[in-house]
C-alpha cells in the first residue's frame, strides 16, 4: 500500500514540474538574436542568414565582429582600397582622406569633392596615387592628385557606380539617366545600356557587367556580356539579365580575390554584406534572395555607403549616418570559388 502512495506521489511531482517546465518557457520575453554562428537543422526559425545554392552555410560575422578603424572623418562615402590605404569621399566637409588600413592614421588627400559613391585609385607614372572619381552631387567625373581636382568629363546626370574598364576607360551607372555609360579618360562619353531603373554599383569582370539596378521591379543585381554591350560603338538593346533577385537598396559592390561578388544591401533598417558565385547564379538563371550568403550582419544603419575589400581579404564598410569606419578579416570563414 506504502509503495502504491510513494509511486503516486512521485508521480504527481513529476507532472507538476513538467507543467511548470511549460509555463516557464511559454512566459519567458527574449530579445530576437543575431544570426547564430553555429545553424540549427531548422534555419526557417534563424535570424536572417543563407547559402548560395550547392555551398555549405558559411558563419557570418556580426556587429560584434567588427573593429573600428578610425572615426577621425566626417561622414564617409565612398570607399576605396589601394595599396595598403584606404580612400574615402567624405560628404561631411567635402574633402578625400587617406587612412592607413592598418593603423587609421589618418590625412587630407585633397579637398573639392562634394559627393562621391564610388571610387578608383591608381598609380600615375610619376609614382603618385591619382584618384578617379564620379561626383554625384556636382554630375562630373573627376581626376584627382594632390595637386588639384581636374574634370574631366560633365556630360554625366548624377554618376553613382564607377568601375575600371580598361587603360583607357570606365564604366559609370547614371543614377538620375537610368543607364550605364562609357567614359574614357579624355572626358568623351557614349551610352552603352540604357532602361535601367536607379542604377548603383557596378563592377565587371573578363565578360560580364554587373549592375545593381535598384529600382526594378525585380529589385535586382542584373548582367550583361560584355562583348553585347561594348562592341556596337552606342547603346544596345540589350535586356538585362538577373543575378540576383529581391534585394533591399543595394550599393557598393566588389567583386574580391575569391571569386566571389560581394554587394552591401538592407535587412529591413540594418546593412548587411551578402555574396554569391556569379558563374552559379548566371548557369542558373539567376539567384534568390534566399540563396545569398550573408557574411556580415551588422547593427548599422542601411544603407552601408562604403565597402571593401583588399587583396587579403580584409573587408571594410560604413554607414552614411557615422564617421566610423569597421573593418573585420573575412579568410578565417571563407571559401574561394570552386572549392
Not at 556636382?138 to 580598361?166: Q, S
Not at 565578360?207 to 529589385?219: L, M, Q
Request: negative net charge; contains cysteine.
Amino acid at each position: 500500500m506504502y509503495r502504491t502512495q510513494f509511486a503516486g506521489m512521485l508521480m504527481i511531482v513529476i507532472l507538476l514540474a513538467f507543467d511548470l517546465a511549460i509555463v516557464g518557457s511559454q512566459g519567458q520575453v527574449t530579445s530576437t538574436p543575431a544570426p547564430s554562428k553555429t545553424p540549427t537543422s531548422e534555419p526557417e526559425t534563424e535570424a536572417p542568414f543563407a547559402e548560395t545554392t550547392d555551398q555549405a552555410a558559411i558563419e557570418p560575422w556580426t556587429q560584434a565582429d567588427l573593429s573600428i578603424l578610425t572615426g577621425n572623418v566626417q561622414r564617409p562615402n565612398g570607399l576605396a582600397w589601394f595599396n595598403n590605404n584606404l580612400y574615402t569621399a567624405c560628404t561631411g566637409d567635402s574633402t578625400v582622406y587617406e587612412l592607413d588600413d592598418k593603423t587609421g592614421a589618418t590625412r587630407t588627400f585633397i579637398y573639392g569633392v562634394r559627393n562621391a559613391h564610388t571610387l578608383h585609385a591608381e598609380q600615375s607614372a610619376n609614382g603618385e596615387v591619382t584618384l578617379w572619381i564620379p561626383d554625384f552631387q556636382a554630375n562630373r567625373l573627376l581626376r584627382i592628385d594632390r595637386n588639384g581636382v581636374e574634370t574631366i568629363a560633365t556630360d554625366l546626370n548624377g554618376p553613382w557606380g564607377m568601375e575600371y574598364l580598361d587603360e583607357n576607360e570606365f564604366l559609370i551607372t547614371n543614377l538620375q539617366n537610368n543607364d550605364v555609360v562609357v567614359v574614357n579618360r579624355n572626358g568623351e562619353v557614349r551610352e552603352i545600356l540604357t532602361g535601367l531603373r536607379s542604377p548603383t554599383g557596378i563592377v565587371a569582370d573578363d565578360s560580364s557587367i554587373y549592375v545593381a539596378n535598384t529600382g526594378s521591379a525585380r529589385r535586382a543585381i542584373e548582367w550583361v556580356s560584355k562583348s553585347d554591350v561594348l562592341d556596337s560603338g552606342e547603346a544596345a538593346a540589350v535586356e538585362p539579365q538577373p543575378l540576383v533577385s529581391g534585394l533591399q537598396n543595394t550599393t557598393g559592390m566588389v567583386l574580391a580575390e575569391d571569386g566571389f561578388l560581394y554587394f552591401a544591401y538592407s535587412l529591413g533598417t540594418r546593412g548587411v554584406v551578402g555574396r554569391v558565385d556569379p558563374a552559379q547564379c548566371q548557369s542558373s538563371g539567376g539567384c534568390s534572395n534566399d540563396q545569398v550568403e550573408i557574411v556580415l550582419y551588422t547593427e548599422l544603419a542601411a544603407p552601408l555607403a562604403g565597402l571593401a575589400i583588399s587583396p587579403d581579404m580584409r573587408l571594410f564598410v560604413h554607414t552614411i549616418f557615422s564617421p566610423d569606419i569597421y573593418w573585420v578579416q573575412l579568410d578565417d570563414m571563407q571559401t574561394d570559388v570552386g572549392d
